[in-house]
């Protein structure tokens, strides 16, 4: 299972950014989503989720601000993020909980669910 992110960067307070996550090696339409962040010297939080039956779920430091989707024929996951302050300045980590696997070949295999991780993007809100 790889998960890739992207769509990070330096923004001013008060502006907005969007970051995707491209996910493959899963049946992604199955899996919830969800978007980590985790500042300097504090421990990882979840932002966001999104089941996958839609269902979606947001911090409350996030909600009115933040909107989570997934797009299953693309098999992507994005966070618009609106009326950023400082305080959302993180790296932001794409994630899915998942028992399920598919390789290159079309093999599936299946083991105890568990995390899977993007590498992270990074988001700056200047004051």
């Known amino acids: 299972v790889q998960l890739q992110a992207f769509g990070g960067g330096l923004v001013q307070a008060g502006g907005s950014l969007r970051l995707s996550c491209a996910v493959s090696?899963?049946?992604?339409?199955?899996?919830?989503m969800a978007w980590y962040r985790q500042s300097p010297g504090k421990q990882r939080e979840l932002v966001a989720n999104?089941?996958?039956?839609?269902?979606?779920n947001y911090a409350d430091s996030v909600k009115g601000r933040f909107t989570i989707s997934r797009d299953n024929a693309e098999n992507t996951v994005s966070l618009q993020m609106n009326s950023l302050k400082p305080e959302d300045t993180a790296v932001y980590y794409c994630?899915?909980?998942?028992?399920?696997?598919?390789?290159?070949?079309?093999?599936?295999?299946?083991?105890?669910?568990?995390?899977?991780w993007g590498r992270g993007t990074l988001v700056t809100v200047s004051s």
């Open positions: 994630n899915t909980n998942t028992g399920w696997e598919v390789d290159s070949h079309g093999v599936i295999s299946t083991f105890p669910s568990r995390d899977f």
């Open positions: 090696g899963t049946f992604f339409s199955r899996v919830p």
């Open positions: 999104i089941a996958d039956n839609g269902r979606t």
